[in-house]
């Protein structure tokens, strides 16, 4: 009997430790007491992804593979590389990598890229006119399309700056705070993405190198309105794949892929395949069910697609533009719509090719020739990603297991689509890099996880020390590049002129200072602005404005000065007939670097 109870305790105490669950974290430290196991128990529960919950016990299997490999006692240097040590040590990673999100985003971005960019300066122009009276610079009220140039911006930019003009004026920071801010969460939707679908290891990863890859960095510091279009597409994801463990937060991934169509027009046509594909794909998951949540969120998408469909009938001809006291769906002066067309498919391809492979598209606010948009090293890992992602969706398919996978593999040819229906350039095809990104992370997963997870140090190390490269040449040699291209301290020089030179009747301002900027830093009274404006081209698709108000923006260097007006002028004007006018004439210099502004002999 005494044999046989002994026998019974030991199968008893083998089935309960059959049913303590493996930690998800490398962890090197022994478990030593009862109540420490307790604890890991306690905190696997809480952590546990959604591929522990809902896939089969394969996943369930590798995870616990890892636990017995992060289990095993090294020696020498692979011991001292762990950088995944415990629990509290990624606590402190993702505090560092949020840390060097913000600041690599946030420090001089008053100065670099620039002082203000055109594109900038309109939507500016645009919040501030909303802002004080509801409508844009063409008079529309509250429009859901910015007509600007005439050939038409996207909106959502505009309205995402209008509370920082409100705080802090019309000031190039102010206005690039919006698209700063969307770099950063972002990234944080990456994470959170990565950790529900993969594991917190790989999220960290993905996370710290999506934050430092020069495209991310460089897009989130200028506010051109189409680069908000990644940040919306990846919110819209995160709330996507939060909804599979709570449907409420469908309604939010709706609200955000709607918000979307308002980022960058040119998407229309693929954000279909990223929504239905995802929606399709959950359903065959059995992750959607038919309840008030999905009504709602499908309504809340619908109501935000109405006025963009609106927007194509009145452009089209269809329908007579529409003005509503809290809507306008504008006629624009020039409709863009055969930007988006098959007929150009395999050349537009080809430059889609160049620049995937070459992380270059020549434009120096896009990416740089020194350091490309992903680092130069990064192709063979995008490849082995790309190929491994493939892999691995259909493993998971085939186990009807949610795959992170899917949702990369699908944005990604959702990405292709679009640049081989436009003519392509790094920021019109901006939805493909995410996914470009993640494929390069996940190849360098695939090869650390090979040899030993621990190793993943080495591929950390040397693209931190490629990103410290790159901050230097970012803030010394780009910061002078860009200075020339985004009107280096413009902003001084229209506001000295706007504080001024109230009681001068005419001002005479450079054509070289595009008039959106100076319509933006002057704070020009739209009304005003709309009763004097003199274009001289119109109609056109990019028009151009001689005059407005009291401001004439046609200089020719060889004119004389009156001795009355005021000139705001740039370097290239230095030593032409109008300068030694000025100065025979005895003007007072205000100096701002790249611009003067010259005033009269009687304000002296």
């Given at each position: 009997?005494?044999?046989?109870?002994?026998?019974?305790?030991?199968?008893?105490?083998?089935?309960?430790?059959?049913?303590?669950?493996?930690?998800?974290?490398?962890?090197?430290?022994?478990?030593?007491?009862?109540?420490?196991?307790?604890?890991?128990?306690?905190?696997?529960?809480?952590?546990?992804?959604?591929?522990?919950?809902?896939?089969?016990?394969?996943?369930?299997?590798?995870?616990?593979?890892?636990?017995?490999?992060?289990?095993?006692?090294?020696?020498?240097?692979?011991?001292?590389?762990?950088?995944?040590?415990?629990?509290?040590?990624?606590?402190?990673?993702?505090?560092?990598?949020?840390?060097?999100?913000?600041?690599?985003?946030?420090?001089?971005?008053?100065?670099?890229?620039?002082?203000?960019?055109?594109?900038?300066?309109?939507?500016?122009?645009?919040?501030?006119?909303?802002?004080?009276?509801?409508?844009?610079?063409?008079?529309?009220?509250?429009?859901?399309?910015?007509?600007?140039?005439?050939?038409?911006?996207?909106?959502?930019?505009?309205?995402?700056?209008?509370?920082?003009?409100?705080?802090?004026?019309?000031?190039?920071?102010?206005?690039?705070?919006?698209?700063?801010?969307?770099?950063?969460?972002?990234?944080?939707?990456?994470?959170?993405?990565?950790?529900?679908?993969?594991?917190?290891?790989?999220?960290?990863?993905?996370?710290?190198?999506?934050?430092?890859?020069?495209?991310?960095?460089?897009?989130?510091?200028?506010?051109?309105?189409?680069?908000?279009?990644?940040?919306?597409?990846?919110?819209?994801?995160?709330?996507?794949?939060?909804?599979?463990?709570?449907?409420?937060?469908?309604?939010?991934?709706?609200?955000?892929?709607?918000?979307?169509?308002?980022?960058?027009?040119?998407?229309?046509?693929?954000?279909?395949?990223?929504?239905?594909?995802?929606?399709?794909?959950?359903?065959?998951?059995?992750?959607?069910?038919?309840?008030?949540?999905?009504?709602?969120?499908?309504?809340?998408?619908?109501?935000?697609?109405?006025?963009?469909?609106?927007?194509?009938?009145?452009?089209?001809?269809?329908?007579?533009?529409?003005?509503?006291?809290?809507?306008?769906?504008?006629?624009?002066?020039?409709?863009?719509?055969?930007?988006?067309?098959?007929?150009?498919?395999?050349?537009?391809?080809?430059?889609?090719?160049?620049?995937?492979?070459?992380?270059?598209?020549?434009?120096?606010?896009?990416?740089?020739?020194?350091?490309?948009?992903?680092?130069?090293?990064?192709?063979?890992?995008?490849?082995?990603?790309?190929?491994?992602?493939?892999?691995?969706?259909?493993?998971?398919?085939?186990?009807?297991?949610?795959?992170?996978?899917?949702?990369?593999?699908?944005?990604?040819?959702?990405g292709l689509v679009l640049g081989a229906l436009i003519n392509v350039n790094v920021n019109r095809v901006n939805i493909i890099h995410f996914p470009i990104i993640i494929a390069i992370v996940y190849g360098i997963w695939q090869i650390v996880k090979l040899i030993n997870k621990k190793v993943v140090i080495i591929p950390?190390?040397?693209?931190?020390?490629?990103?410290?490269?790159?901050?230097?040449?970012?803030?010394?040699?780009?910061?002078e590049t860009m200075d020339g291209m985004f009107n280096g301290n413009v902003e001084a020089a229209v506001s000295y002129v706007r504080e001024n030179t109230k009681d001068y009747s005419n001002v005479f301002i450079t054509g070289n200072i595009s008039y959106p900027i100076t319509l933006f830093y002057l704070e020009e009274?739209?009304?005003?602005?709309?009763?004097?404006?003199?274009?001289?081209?119109?109609?056109?698709?990019?028009?151009?404005?001689?005059?407005?108000?009291?401001?004439?923006?046609?200089?020719?260097?060889?004119?004389?000065?009156?001795?009355?007006?005021?000139?705001?002028?740039?370097?290239?004007?230095?030593?032409?007939?109008?300068?030694?006018?000025?100065?025979?004439?005895?003007?007072?210099?205000?100096?701002?670097?790249?611009?003067?502004?010259?005033?009269?002999?009687?304000?002296?």
């Amino acid at each position: 009997m005494s044999k046989k109870k002994k026998k019974n305790s030991q199968s008893q105490n083998k089935q309960k430790n059959s049913q303590n669950p493996k930690s998800n974290s490398d962890v090197n430290i022994e478990v030593k007491s009862v109540e420490k196991s307790v604890k890991n128990v306690s905190d696997d529960t809480k952590n546990t992804n959604i591929k522990n919950k809902n896939s089969g016990s394969n996943t369930s299997k590798n995870k616990n593979q890892d636990s017995k490999n992060s289990g095993k006692k090294e020696t020498g240097v692979l011991a001292k590389l762990n950088i995944f040590a415990s629990e509290k040590c990624q606590k402190v990673y993702f505090i560092l990598i949020f840390i060097i999100s913000v600041l690599s985003r946030f420090i001089s971005i008053n100065t670099v890229p620039g002082n203000i960019n055109q594109d900038e300066a309109f939507a500016a122009y645009n919040a501030f006119t909303i802002l004080k009276t509801g409508k844009d610079c063409f008079g529309y009220k509250l429009p859901m399309y910015l007509t600007a140039w005439g050939s038409g911006m996207n909106a959502l930019e505009t309205y995402l700056e209008i509370p920082f003009i409100a705080m802090f004026g019309a000031h190039n920071w102010a206005i690039r705070i919006a698209p700063a801010i969307c770099g950063v969460l972002s990234l944080l939707c990456l994470y959170g993405i990565a950790k529900r679908l993969v594991n917190k290891e790989f999220a960290l990863v993905l996370y710290f190198l999506a934050s430092i890859m020069p495209w991310h960095v460089m897009l989130s510091r200028w506010a051109l309105e189409s680069n908000l279009a990644p940040a919306f597409i990846m919110f819209g994801l995160y709330f996507m794949v939060r909804g599979i463990e709570n449907e409420k937060f469908y309604i939010a991934s709706a609200a955000m892929y709607g918000l979307s169509i308002y980022a960058y027009a040119a998407m229309w046509p693929v954000l279909p395949i990223i929504i239905i594909g995802e929606v399709i794909y959950l359903i065959c998951m059995k992750k959607v069910k038919f309840s008030k949540f999905t009504i709602i969120s499908v309504l809340v998408f619908v109501v935000m697609v109405i006025p963009a469909l609106l927007f194509i009938l009145v452009n089209k001809g269809y329908m007579e533009e529409i003005k509503l006291p809290f809507l306008s769906i504008p006629k624009l002066v020039y409709f863009r719509g055969s930007e988006v067309s098959f007929e150009n498919i395999q050349e537009n391809f080809k430059n889609l090719m160049n620049i995937i492979i070459g992380q270059n598209d020549k434009l120096p606010w896009n990416s740089t020739e020194e350091f490309g948009l992903y680092y130069k090293i990064s192709l063979p890992f995008m490849i082995v990603g790309i190929i491994a992602l493939i892999v691995q969706l259909v493993k998971n398919f085939k186990k009807k297991e949610i795959s992170f996978e899917f949702f990369v593999l699908l944005n990604l040819i959702a990405g292709l689509v679009l640049g081989a229906l436009i003519n392509v350039n790094v920021n019109r095809v901006n939805i493909i890099h995410f996914p470009i990104i993640i494929a390069i992370v996940y190849g360098i997963w695939q090869i650390v996880k090979l040899i030993n997870k621990k190793v993943v140090i080495i591929p950390v190390i040397v693209y931190m020390v490629m990103f410290v490269r790159f901050e230097k040449f970012y803030y010394t040699d780009y910061r002078e590049t860009m200075d020339g291209m985004f009107n280096g301290n413009v902003e001084a020089a229209v506001s000295y002129v706007r504080e001024n030179t109230k009681d001068y009747s005419n001002v005479f301002i450079t054509g070289n200072i595009s008039y959106p900027i100076t319509l933006f830093y002057l704070e020009e009274d739209v009304d005003t602005y709309l009763q004097t404006v003199q274009f001289n081209n119109y109609p056109a698709a990019f028009l151009g404005v001689n005059a407005f108000d009291k401001y004439n923006l046609t200089v020719d260097g060889s004119w004389d000065a009156d001795g009355t007006s005021v000139y705001l002028l740039d370097y290239s004007y230095v030593n032409s007939n109008l300068y030694n006018s000025l100065m025979a004439l005895g003007y007072q210099v205000e100096d701002f670097g790249r611009y003067a502004v010259y005033m009269p002999p009687q304000a002296q």
